[in-house]
């Protein structure tokens, strides 16, 4: 095992400006609000989201499903915890089939709502589901009062980065996460 450094930007984004209206969900997904009846569900979708990419590098308990579900419970029972601003995204291969494939969750501090665990499993990426996550998890913040949000993302992930920026989002500064990488 060695250390490795992961370059990351903080992005940043006001939420005093229009957010985009959003066309209908494609066929057969849905967007869940936050219920704690559906904590697995978004462990297993963040699970799906993160076990086989880099941040699972960078956040090891990304790349284990009792990790994400650890996690969650974390997340959800912080008093900073945004419920409004924290979304499951199913799909539905077939009606009585549904399948956890994307999550985002909430939280607050300093005036700020902070993006945590955006993600979407690799077979349903392409479809524009990340823009319903981030846009929804936008109005949650809104909701709970909040003007700004934020987020950290990976450099790497050039694909997130685009959505981000597209939008609204910018960098607004350069940090570093060192972890401990097998092979490194």
Known sequence: MGLTYFKRYRMECDL?????????????????????????AHAEAKF???????????FPCLGQREGCLR??????????FIPEATWLLVHHPEPSTTVPCGTVQGLHGEG????????????H???????YLLVSAAKGFRLAGLRRMHLEVTTANSAAV????????????TVFKVAEVVGA
Request: hydrophobic share 40%.
């Open 162 to 173: 685009r959505l981000y920026e597209r939008l609204g989002f910018r960098r607004a500064r």
């Open 16 to 40: 005093d400006r229009e957010l985009p209206e959003l066309p209908p969900l494609p066929a057969a997904y849905e967007l869940i609000p936050w219920r704690p009846d559906l904590l697995r």
């Open 71 to 80: 996690l969650m419970r974390e997340i959800t029972r912080r008093p900073s």
């Open 112 to 123: 700020w709502g902070a993006i945590q665990n955006l993600g979407v499993a690799p077979a």
């Open 48 to 58: 799906a989201s993160f076990c086989c990419e880099m941040d699972a590098n960078v």
């Open 125 to 131: 990426r392409g479809k524009g589901l990340g823009t």
